[in-house]
């Protein structure tokens, strides 16, 4: 086989849940789901060119991502902080906002009568 060498990708059975957990989860913002996806299929033997295909992503990302959870293991799948001005909100209250907004439904106001 032609390339650089991969990083051996080996997952304790928690991680295992842990991935998994995020890929079912309705409340997962969808690039944790696809990260944890991506990784899931590397730890089951998968090349990176493989990967990309399903996945339907680079091998640039299939390879970053991996590379991130062998070095970070969970905490790696995460985002980085960017440039610029700090976050306004933290995370915790992103993952509440959307919980509700995915598990409640408004409520219905009588119509105006004209």
Known sequence: MA???KAQLVLSEVEREQL???TLRRKTAQA???RARIVLACADGA???DVAARQRVTKQTV???RARFVD????GLLDAPRVGAPRSIDDARVDALIAKTLESTPTEEPAAQI
Do not use: T
């Not at 970070?72 to 905490?75: E, G, I, N, T, Y």
């Open 63 to 65: 390879s970053k991502w």
């Open 32 to 34: 944790l789901a696809l």
């Open 47 to 49: 090349d990176n060119q």
């Open 72 to 75: 970070q293991r969970l905490d």
């Open 20 to 22: 998994v957990a995020l």
């Open 3 to 5: 390339g650089r060498p």
